[in-house]
Every structure is written in structure tokens, then in C-alpha cells.
């Protein structure tokens, strides 16, 4: 009877009044606008005349439509896909070695008879608090990895961050009780297998948690190709937008359909075509979402404290 008592008054703590939900529902609506207006907006003008952008500025509903951005784009296709390889490249392998290391790593701390857990716990602590700086770190990337030109440059320097390694410690050390590690110890289970065969199936929401938050840091980072990379070869997708935005003409340098510089300034979209390009960029890491969602939301909880 108490216990029906308990989750009646429960049930009822959870429920809120029309008012308040119709609010929340208003609140809620405006911040997706608030995320999707400018992505409308962006396409829009990359769908815009040139001529209608420079007489009249950006426009909800330009005065004239043109496909012309996109088709210039696509006349760039070489460099354009070949900066897309990179960016595929640089995200798919950071993710896979990030989530790897991050969730080892974790697991390592998690475990309370690991004797240098303490030690190993200051050295990821400190660099949440404390950062040596971009010129140091600049100097061992290049000085002492010679990282410079390389693709590793646009993966090593954010493979693991110490807040995700909180993330997996907490999620390993509440989830994987010792008992269970203890059990499997007995039957002969080395820490590997342990890890393999116990924890990693257990812990799928942490892994797409941890794989989301680097395949978005690395398909949306330009600076690492700013600081790093020369060769344009070389460039990802966003640090060739980020070219492009700061100096157009880089890709009127290489002209691919044999007229001169100043015929091809001429007819080049400027502005349509760095929204064409934003929104290339854009479409990829939308599509990626979908495969993440089922455990988004159970991963967001992860290292919450539970009342």
C-alpha cells in the first residue's frame, strides 16, 4: 500500500499543468527556429542571383533564383572533393582511434586497485584547469612529432580530451561494478578480455556519446589546418571555406576552365558560392546524426548524479 502510495505522489511530481507545458512547447519551438532559420537562410542566398545579392542584399525571397553557386562548386570539383576526402578521412579515423584510446584510458582509471590510478587521474585532471598553451603545443607537433604537412597533424591534437575521459571513468567505475570484474578475474579474464567482453558491449551509450562529441570536433575544425598545414593538398573541407571566406580569389588562382584571372573573377558567385559551400558542409555531419540518436539521450546522462 505505502509503495503504491510512493509511486502515486511520484507519478504526480512528474506531471505539469497545461500552462506550463503549452510554455515549454512555445520555448522549445523557438530554439529549433532559433537552429534552423540560419540554415535556411544560408541556402537561400545560395540559391540567389549574384546580381540580386549585390542590389538588394540577402533576401528571404530573392528577386532572382540562380543555381549558379552550385554549378561553380561543382566546376571546382577536383578541389572540392578532394578536400571533402580529407575531411572524411581525418573524421572517420579521429573518431575511431579517439573513441579507442578515450574509453581505454577510462577504463584503466576506473578501476580502484590500478595502483597509479591517483598519479594517472592528476595528469588528465590538470588539463582541464591548467593548458600549456598553443605555442608549446605547436612546438612538440612540429619540433618533436614532425607532425607539420601531415594528416596525423589534423588527428593527434584532439584524439582524447581529459573531459571525456571523466566522461568514461565515471560511466565505467557507476556501470561496471566490481563484483563483475572480480568474477571474471577468478575464471582467468585478463583486464583485456574484461574490458572486450564485459565493459565495451555495456557500454554502447558512452561510446556514442564520446564518438558524437569527436566526429563533430573534427569535421567542423579549421584551426589545426591553419596552424599545421601548408599544403593545400592537404586542406580539409572547412579550412578550404575558411580560405575562401577570408580570400577569394585563392580558388580564381587555379582557374580549370582556361580563360584569364579577371574573366574568371568576373563570372565566379562570390557570395552564393560560399554558401554553396557551407551547405555541402552541413549536409554530411546532418546525416550523421540519425545513426547516434538511439543513444544520444541515455549518453547525455552519463556521469549525472542520479537523486
Known amino acids: 500500500m505505502s509503495k503504491r502510495k510512493d509511486e502515486a505522489l511520484s507519478s504526480n511530481l512528474n506531471i505539469i ?14 530554439l ?14 545560395s540559391i540567389s542571383s549574384e546580381a540580386s545579392i549585390k542590389t538588394y542584399g540577402y533576401l528571404f525571397w530573392p ?13 571546382e570539383g577536383t578541389t572540392i572533393l578532394r578536400s571533402l576526402g580529407i575531411s572524411v578521412l581525418v573524421t572517420v579515423l579521429g573518431t575511431a582511434l579517439g ?17 597509479l590510478n591517483g598519479f594517472f587521474t592528476m595528469v ?3 588539463p582541464m584547469i591548467f593548458n600549456g598553451g598553443m605555442i608549446s603545443s605547436y612546438v612538440v607537433n612540429t619540433q618533436f612529432m614532425h607532425l607539420k604537412d601531415t594528416i596525423w597533424a589534423l588527428i593527434l591534437p584532439l584524439c582524447v580530451s581529459s573531459f571525456n575521459v571523466v566522461i568514461c571513468k565515471t560511466f565505467f567505475r557507476s556501470n561496471i561494478p ?36 569527436l566526429t563533430f570536433g573534427y569535421w567542423n575544425d579549421w584551426f589545426q589546418s591553419s596552424l599545421y598545414i601548408t599544403n593545400t593538398k592537404l586542406f ?5 571555406l575558411d580560405h575562401v571566406q577570408r580570400n577569394i580569389e585563392m580558388m580564381a588562382n587555379n582557374p580549370s576552365l582556361g580563360v584569364t584571372m579577371q574573366q574568371y573573377m568576373n563570372t565566379m558567385p562570390k557570395e552564393g558560392a560560399r554558401m554553396a559551400m557551407a551547405i555541402i558542409i552541413i549536409i554530411p555531419i546532418a546525416c550523421t546524426y540519425p545513426f547516434f540518436q538511439k543513444y544520444f539521450i541515455s549518453g547525455l546522462t552519463v556521469g549525472a548524479v542520479k537523486g
Not at 573513441?99 to 595502483?115: A, F, I, N, Q, W
Request: net charge positive; aromatic share 14%.
Open 32 to 45: 529549433a527556429l532559433i537552429c534552423i532559420i540560419p540554415v535556411v537562410f544560408i541556402f537561400i542566398i
Open 178 to 213: 566490481d563484483s563483475v570484474v572480480e568474477s571474471a578475474q577468478i575464471d582467468g579474464a585478463s583486464q583485456f578480455i574484461i574490458f572486450g567482453k564485459i565493459a565495451l558491449p555495456l557500454s554502447k551509450p558512452l561510446m556514442a556519446t564520446i564518438a558524437l562529441f
Open 236 to 240: 580539409s573541407l572547412q579550412a578550404l
Open 124 to 126: 588528465v585532471f590538470i
Open 63 to 75: 528577386k532572382e533564383f540562380s543555381i549558379d553557386s552550385y554549378a561553380f562548386v561543382f566546376r
Open 17 to 30: 499543468s497545461r500552462k506550463t507545458d503549452l510554455v515549454f512547447n512555445i520555448i522549445f519551438v523557438i
Open 99 to 115: 573513441v579507442m584510446l578515450t574509453t581505454l584510458m577510462g577504463y584503466v582509471l576506473s578501476r580502484r586497485e590500478y595502483k
